[in-house]
Every structure is written in C-alpha cells, then in structure tokens.
C-alpha cells in the first residue's frame, strides 16, 4: 500500500478526519495542514486504520479531539496566517523567561503622564463648579415646594398642612 493511502482506513474514520479538517479550516488553518492534523487526531484517537487486522475492537480514545480545542481556538484563528507559528518553532515550555528590566521613565512619558493628570484635575474642578452652580440654583425651588408643608406645634411635633394628607391624629392640620 503506497504511503498516504488512506485504503485502510474505514467510512467512519474518513467521515472523522474529514469534519475535523474542517473544524482547523474555520479557524484559519491552511488547508494541507488542516488534513496533517485531522488525520493525526484520527490516528490518535483510534490507533490508525481500521479495516483489516488486529485492534478493530479497541475503543476510541478521546484526548486528542479534546486538546485541539483548547490549544488553538480563537486566538490562534484570529492571527494572520504569516504571524501563526508552528509548534516546531514555539518555545519549550521548560525554558524560563529572561529577565525583564525595570521601566524607567522617560521624560516623554513623564511629559505625558503629567498633562493627563492636569486634565484630570481641571475636569474634577469643573465638575465641581457645575454641581455648585446646580445646588445653588435648585435650593429656591426646593425652599418653595416644601414651603408650608410642615408645622411646628407647641409640643415639639410637627404637623403636615398640606390638603392631599388630611387629618393626621385626629387632628384638623389645615391652616386656619
């Protein structure tokens, strides 16, 4: 059988490698590395070809279909094909990172950083005007709407004269 022949493999493996190929496509894989990988997660999964021979009865390992998902996903589909790396070129996992140098400061960004907090600091006191400027004008409103609506009696208790309240206590409280 010539290398690559997919002969030996039955209708359902075939049916598998083709949707997960597709599943690479749809997150910007190429279209001959999409197949590579499809066929090695069917390999993984069920140990190869299944149609003749020993090892027809084995289950089917999940793992590998599970792994792919987590891997790549969006962000890897989000990159344009020329910055997405291949496994072989990414870093091992056991290599430590180098160092990374304290930032300093550069009179730019303190240049920048302080003119953000001058408008920062001209934005709160503007703020503040306004609300003063607001309650200022509000409080002769108020001191109308609630004008009357309270009466102190002798006895230190207060009373509502308003007409939409009614008697309160028993009492008449509209102004006489």
């Not at 999409?34 to 084995?58: C, D, I, L, Y």
């Not at 303190?110 to 609300?131: D, G, L, W, Y």
């Not at 004008?137 to 509502?160: E, S």
């Amino acid at each position: 059988m010539p290398r690559g022949s997919k002969a030996a493999y039955t209708n359902k493996q075939k049916r598998h490698a083709e949707r997960v190929e597709e599943g690479y496509e749809d997150r910007g894989t190429g279209k001959d590395e999409a197949e590579r990988r499809a066929w090695a997660t069917v390999n993984a999964m069920t140990g190869g070809g299944k149609k003749s021979g020993s090892g027809r009865g084995k289950k089917i390992n999940e793992a590998p279909a599970r792994k792919g998902g987590r891997l790549g996903g969006k962000a890897a589909a989000a990159k344009k094909p020329a910055a997405r790396k291949s496994p072989a070129m990414k870093i091992p996992a056991t290599k430590t990172p180098a160092k990374k140098t304290p930032a300093t400061k550069t009179p730019a960004t303190k240049n920048m950083a302080e003119k953000i907090s001058a408008a920062i600091n001209s934005a709160r006191k503007t703020v503040k005007k306004t609300a003063a400027k607001i309650t200022s004008a509000l409080k002769p409103a108020v001191k109308k709407a609630t004008a009357g609506t309270c009466r102190k009696q002798n006895d230190g208790t207060q009373t509502r004269s308003d007409e939409h309240f009614g008697p309160q206590d028993g009492r008449e409280t509209h102004p006489a």
